[in-house]
């Protein structure tokens, strides 16, 4: 996009094309990659009433009251309401309700901080254990937590038995 066609095209869709390009730069950037300046561009982008959220790095309609909302055009509610989200939405809405009932049914593990300190002095035990419970432990770790390493999940086994049995001082 140039600057002839940043002020010729349609505010809606012009925003759109923004909004892409804030994918990979900010404000400053996108002005410069425009050639305009910094406070022309951003002056132009507030026209129908859009405004920039930092957080989001991204341009939205701005909605006045619920009246305003009501009163929106079709191609106004598309704007408004975040359309590609709800379309991921809708595209994966049996994956979101899969994961949520995986979550819902299973508890979830949570590695205490302490596993994970850097300043921690780390050695090598040997351990002799039960062939069967160290198989089962194996596979739930295979099957349920790939992505965890086994020594970090029997730290945390370790760190829960004594949080378990420590008689309070």
Do not use: W
Request: hydrophobic share 35%; proline share 2%.
């Amino acid at each position: 996009m140039n600057k002839d066609k940043f002020f010729t095209m349609d505010v809606d869709k012009r925003v759109e094309e923004i909004n892409k390009m804030l994918i990979n730069s900010d404000l400053k950037g996108v002005a410069e990659a425009l050639g305009l300046a910094y406070s022309t561009f951003t002056k132009e982008m507030q026209k129908q009433d859009f405004v920039y959220i930092a957080r989001e790095n991204q341009y939205f309609k701005f909605i006045r009251d619920k009246e305003s909302l009501g009163n929106a055009k079709p191609s106004d509610k598309a704007t408004i309401g975040f359309q590609e989200e709800l379309t991921f939405i809708k595209e994966n809405l049996e994956t979101l309700k899969n994961l949520v009932s995986t979550v819902n049914e299973k508890p979830t593990l949570f590695l205490d901080k302490e596993i994970y300190n850097t300043k921690a002095r780390y050695v090598n035990k040997n351990l002799k254990l039960n062939e069967n419970i160290y198989d089962k432990f194996s596979k739930l770790c295979e099957n349920q937590f790939p992505h965890l390493k086994v020594q970090d999940l029997i730290a945390q086994s370790l760190l829960e038995f004594i949080n378990t049995y420590q008689e309070i001082e």
